[in-house]
């Protein structure tokens, strides 16, 4: 009976080279943070119609909405490399690094325009992408070193790349479109009472 050889010093190294079970990774930690956003855009969008802005909330809610979109679209490309994310392994991933919603709650003004909510989506998506990008960078290898496997890894990655993209451009063409805030925007001459 011929015993099946375990690993090999050579094969417990670590390599430098990506390997294709991380760029399934990249990609459902991506889905992850973009459905984290999804759901604070849709809780952010309910908090401000309770404090009487529906502008704001309505604004929220679209964004929310667009988010699940996207997020369909990410999930349609990383199918076709069966790299189709769970909701268990989306959690795991998620308690491993800062969420960005942290900034979203800390930045949310109850008298915030649609301006303010565009540009702050804009700014998390900004963020977001680039520590996506500088990971991507990471993962996608060289024409030197790639295998026929994590060269369609890479294939994809650039996919996922172009998407998003487009929607960042998505939010700029959006801002664009909305009035600049008065300068004391946040002013309110009757603020809630936070005694009761």
């Known amino acids: ?31 992850c943070i973009k459905t984290e956003l999804a759901e604070c855009y849709l809780e ?10 529906p502008e704001a909330a309505q604004t929220f809610l679209q964004l ?13 490309i990383s199918a076709t490399s069966d790299a189709q994310h769970t909701t268990a392994g989306a959690t795991v991933l998620c308690t491993n690094r800062a969420s960005p919603t942290d900034d979203l709650y800390a930045e949310v003004h109850y008298l915030m ?20 990008q500088n990971q991507a960078d990471k993962e996608i290898p060289s024409d030197a070193e790639a295998t026929n496997n994590n060269r369609q890894q890479g294939m994809l990655l650039q996919q996922i790349v172009q998407e998003q993209k487009e929607y960042l451009q998505m939010l700029k063409q959006w801002l664009s479109k909305l009035p600049c805030p008065e300068t004391h925007w946040d002013e309110d001459p009757d603020p809630p009472n936070l005694d009761d």
Not at 64 to 76: A, D, N, P
């Open 113 to 132: 325009t649609p301006y303010h909510v565009i540009k702050l989506a804009l700014e998390t998506e900004q963020q977001t992408q680039l520590e996506w």
């Open 44 to 53: 952010l969008a309910e908090q401000l119609e309770h404090c009487n802005n």
């Open 1 to 31: 009976m011929t015993e099946t050889p375990t690993s090999s010093p050579a094969d417990s190294a670590v390599s430098t080279a990506p390997c294709a079970s991380e760029t399934p990774m990249l990609i459902k930690n991506t889905i």
């Open 64 to 76: 929310s909405e667009k988010y699940q979109q996207h997020i369909q679209r990410l999930s349609t």
